[in-house]
């Protein structure tokens, strides 16, 4: 996950709406499915995928209340610390 393009979705989406994020994961997810992708080319799938997610999941805790900068830092250490373990 790459957190300057963390920081660029979530504005994106308290620019427009999360509708639009959640509809490209579901067509990047789609695209997954072509037989003809190259692993290079599902792993950039896969990153976007996972950077949009974890917009959301930024994006969530910043309507709950949390602080951007808190929010993301919340996020950037759960996932450092998922990649530990």
């Given at each position: 996950?790459?957190?300057?393009?963390?920081?660029?979705?979530?504005?994106?989406?308290?620019?427009?709406?999360?509708?639009?994020?959640?509809?490209?994961?579901?067509?990047?997810?789609?695209?997954?499915?072509?037989?003809?992708?190259?692993?290079?080319?599902?792993?950039?799938?896969?990153?976007?995928?996972?950077?949009?997610?974890?917009?959301?999941?930024?994006?969530?805790?910043?309507?709950?209340?949390?602080?951007?900068?808190?929010?993301?830092?919340?996020?950037?250490?759960?996932?450092l610390?998922?990649?530990?373990?």
């Open positions: 996950m790459k957190l300057p393009v963390i920081k660029h979705l979530i504005q994106f989406i308290e620019d427009n709406d999360e509708d639009y994020i959640v509809e490209t994961i579901e067509t990047l997810e789609n695209l997954t499915e072509v037989p003809s992708l190259k692993d290079e080319e599902l792993d950039v799938v896969g990153e976007l995928i996972s950077n949009m997610y974890g917009a959301i999941e930024v994006h969530k805790m910043i309507k709950e209340g949390t602080p951007k900068k808190e929010a993301l830092n919340t996020f950037m250490k759960r996932v610390g998922s990649i530990d373990n």
